[in-house]
C-alpha cells in the first residue's frame, strides 16, 4: 500500500506538469485548431535560458520570474514574424511550420548548451513538506504551481476584460471583430501565455528528468494524450486529462507495463480516446448541417 499511494502522488505531481503544458496546448488549438507540435522545445529553449540565468547567479525565483516574461514576449514575437504570414495558409503548411520550429528550437538548444544531461535546480530543496513520505519537496511544490497556474489562468478568462476577448476571438473570430475585438491581437497574446505557461512546465519538469534538448519529448506526448482525454477544445477538462495521465502512467509503468514501455500508454489513450469519444470527456460535441 505504501508503494501504491507513492505512485499515486508522483503521478499527480508529474500530472500537473503534463496539466500545464496540455493548457498550453489548448491555448493554441482553440484560436488555430492547430496542434503546436513546436511547444514543447519552446518550454525547453525557456528553461534552459533560466538555467543560465541561475548559472550566472540568478536567485531561483527572479530567474523564474523574468524567462516567463521572456518567454511571454518571444511567444508574441515568434506569432507575429512567423506564424501570422501562414494564417490563410493550408492546414498542412502550418503543420509543417510548427515540425520546422520544433527541429529550430532544438538544433538550437544543443549548439548553444550541448546535449549532455544537465542538473536543473529546484526551489523546494530539503526534507519532504510536512513529513509527507510519499511526496518529495519538489513534488509538492510542483502540484502547488500548477494548481496556482490553472487558478490564475481560470481567474483571467473569467474575470478579465481582456480574458473575455480572448474567449470571443478564438470560438467566433467574425462577430468578435465587428465587436471591435482586435482578433490577430488577442492570438497573438495566446501565444504569449501558451509560452509562458510552457515555460513554467518546462522549469518544474526539468529537476525530474534533468534538462537536455530532448528533455519534452515525452511530456509533450502525455500533455497531448491529456488534452485529447479531457477535451482539446476545453482548457480545464485537458487540464483534468494531464493529472489523469499522470497517474494512469506512473501506475501502469509500476504495475502492469513495466516502466521500459510506459511510453506506449500515452499513445493508448490517444488511439482509445479518440475511437471512443473523439472529443474528449469534457469536451463539445459540434454538430454541422450539411
Same mark, same amino acid.
Given at each position: ?55 550566472l547567479?540568478?536567485p ?6 523574468? $524567462? ?35 527541429? +529550430?528550437?532544438n538544433?538550437?538548444?544543443?549548439? *548553444?548548451?550541448?546535449?549532455?544531461? $544537465?542538473?536543473?535546480p ?28 490553472? =487558478? ?7 474575470? $478579465? ?6 474567449r ?18 488577442? *492570438? ?5 501565455l501558451?509560452a ?5 512546465a ?6 525530474i ?7 519534452? =519529448?515525452? +511530456? ?14 476545453n482548457p ?29 500508454? =500515452? ?11 473523439p ?12
Amino acid at each position: 500500500m505504501s508503494a501504491f499511494l507513492h505512485q499515486l502522488a508522483s503521478g499527480l505531481a508529474l500530472g500537473g506538469v503534463y496539466a500545464i503544458m496540455a493548457l498550453a496546448l489548448v491555448m493554441i488549438f482553440q484560436a488555430t485548431q492547430l496542434v503546436n507540435f513546436a511547444q514543447g522545445e519552446m518550454a525547453m529553449f525557456s528553461t534552459y535560458f533560466a538555467w543560465r540565468l541561475i548559472d550566472l547567479g540568478w536567485p531561483y525565483w527572479r530567474a523564474f520570474a523574468v $524567462t516567463v516574461i521572456v518567454s511571454f514576449f518571444g511567444g508574441i514575437a515568434l506569432e507575429r514574424i512567423v506564424v501570422r504570414p501562414f494564417a490563410n495558409a493550408p492546414a498542412l503548411a502550418s503543420v509543417i511550420v510548427f515540425i520546422g520550429l520544433a527541429l +529550430i528550437f532544438n538544433a538550437l538548444a544543443g549548439w *548553444l548548451y550541448g546535449y549532455s544531461v $544537465t542538473d536543473f535546480p529546484t526551489p523546494f530543496d530539503g526534507p519532504p513538506w510536512f513529513g509527507q513520505r510519499y511526496l518529495s519537496a519538489h513534488e509538492s511544490g510542483a502540484i502547488l504551481v500548477s494548481l496556482v497556474v490553472l =487558478a490564475a489562468v481560470y481567474a483571467f478568462f473569467r474575470f $478579465t476584460s481582456l480574458g473575455l476577448a480572448m474567449r470571443a476571438a478564438a470560438q467566433n473570430p467574425t462577430s468578435s471583430r465587428l465587436l471591435g475585438v482586435r482578433v490577430g491581437w488577442m *492570438l497573438a497574446l495566446g501565444w504569449g501565455l501558451a509560452a509562458a505557461i510552457g515555460a513554467i512546465a518546462g522549469m518544474m519538469a526539468a529537476p525530474i528528468v534533468y534538462l537536455d534538448p530532448n528533455m519534452m =519529448a515525452g +511530456i509533450l506526448l502525455y500533455a497531448f494524450a491529456g488534452a485529447v482525454l479531457g477535451g482539446i477544445d476545453n482548457p480545464f477538462g485537458a487540464a483534468f486529462g494531464g493529472f489523469a495521465v499522470g497517474v494512469l502512467e506512473n501506475l501502469m509503468g509500476a504495475y502492469v507495463v513495466g516502466s521500459e514501455v510506459k511510453l506506449s500508454v =500515452a499513445l493508448a489513450i490517444i488511439v482509445g480516446v479518440l475511437a471512443w469519444r473523439p472529443s474528449g470527456l469534457f469536451g463539445r460535441r459540434i454538430v454541422a448541417r450539411v
